[in-house]
């Protein structure tokens, strides 16, 4: 009998915060820009530059580890962890070993019907390293220090995972944790959510963990699923051929979907960390944290249980909605302005989702307004419009927020509701479609819609479908 075999994993997580400078100078942060041009002599590690600590950035990870259930380190400090690597221009990074700024938390995820507890093993504060180019038509690698020193925290869980879909789990939630708060945007494409993967296996019932792997470059959740899946296969194939699963660092390549070695795993020690001598350790006052707490703003999970509450949308909307911070704010917005939710959710969860799709774009990069949204839910509902043309007015609100009413006064777009000029062109209708009107009177139900459409053709989409449909059945009694 073949011998089973259970996966375990633990994550450490970087997350880039929002903040507009960089940890510890007044450099830009903004992804993109010309090569080297967010720099100064602190981040490129010029000799006698000073770091001054960014405020924001210990509001951000206090934030984060308040929302993640953890303990704040209240005297923490920074330490030196000396790495000599191109893209890194001290030699060193400024990063913390020994007093984080939260430890012993957790977050809850929820796979299928069941909910499990992922513990935090600790978060830290460091700076981010610059980032290597390298050239295959010139055979060279180029430096762009913009990223170097820019703010993360690295959040390291325990290795309570056994799936990728936990672990996918785990990461939807501390995403989506991080940007409620707007503590980062979390976009994986732009590295500003990283994660490694530390994965090891063991027999079903072992107590003890199998020797673990680290797996780096992973910038997508399906990457990271099927690294994972990759990795576990691997591993497994070693153990069952009877040879050692070796602790180094793995690369994975998502286009060959395989990982390979970089580089054995060393221990801290070579590190050499010692405390920061540049920078003063933090005192967090109990005041501090209360008052980071009194600004916490309502996260994902409660804001579901409100809206099952407070609105009549279906869960499925809800989850979706609540999704995205942009699109809940946008959601709450425009129902206190029409108080419809439920067509709120619908032009949210259909056309918006739909032009979103279409655009390649996420909801983070919604530019509508809620009032022109509520503005064209109330010409639909009173009827001045008719369906397909709100739907084409919803196209230019979602791509320029153009003002629905203005709109649709100077495009003529109103619809026709005088009984008399659809009365004469339903008579031209009939005259001219006698097979329709013969077929509809011999029960073909089919033939009506066809008429419908040559009057709503002729009155250019702007007639009452519903007032046509009654006219025609009318006229043809």
Known sequence: MSKQYETVIGLEVHVELATKTKIFCSCSTEFGGAPNTHTCPVCTGMPGALPVLNRQVVEYAMAVGLAA???????CKFDRKNYFYPDNPQNYQISQLYLPIARDGYVEIEVGDTKKKVRIHEMH???????????????????DYNRSGVPLIEIVSEPDMRSAEEV??????????????????CKLQEGSMRADVNLS??????KEF????EMK???????ISRAIEGERARQIELLEEGKKVIQETRRWDDNKEYSYAMRSKEDAQDYRYFPEPDLVPIVISDEWIENVKARQPELRTEKLERYKREYDIPQYDAEIITGSKKMADIFEATTAICGKPKKVS????????????????????IRFSPENLAKLINLADAGTINSSVAKEVFEKVFAEDVDPEKYVEENGLKTVNDEGALREIAAQVIAANPKAVEDYKGGKEKALG?????????MKGKANPGMVNQMLRDMLK
């Open 69 to 75: 259930n953890c303990k704040i380190t209240q005297v």
């Open 125 to 143: 504060m460091e700076e981010d390293a610059g980032k290597l180019i390298h050239d295959e038509w010139e055979d060279c690698s180029l430096v």
């Open 168 to 185: 996918i789990a785990y990461l939807e939630k501390l995403r989506m944790i991080c940007q409620y708060l707007g503590a980062s945007d």
């Open 346 to 365: 619908n032009w949210l969860m259909v056309e918006t989702m739909r032009l979103l799709n279409e655009n390649g774009q996420e909801p983070a990069d």
């Open 450 to 458: 066809a008429l419908v459409g040559q009057i709503m053709k002729a």
């Open 201 to 206: 296996v063991r027999e079903v019932g072992s």
């Open 217 to 223: 470059n992973l910038n997508s959740f399906k990457a």
């Open 210 to 213: 199998g020797t673990r792997t």
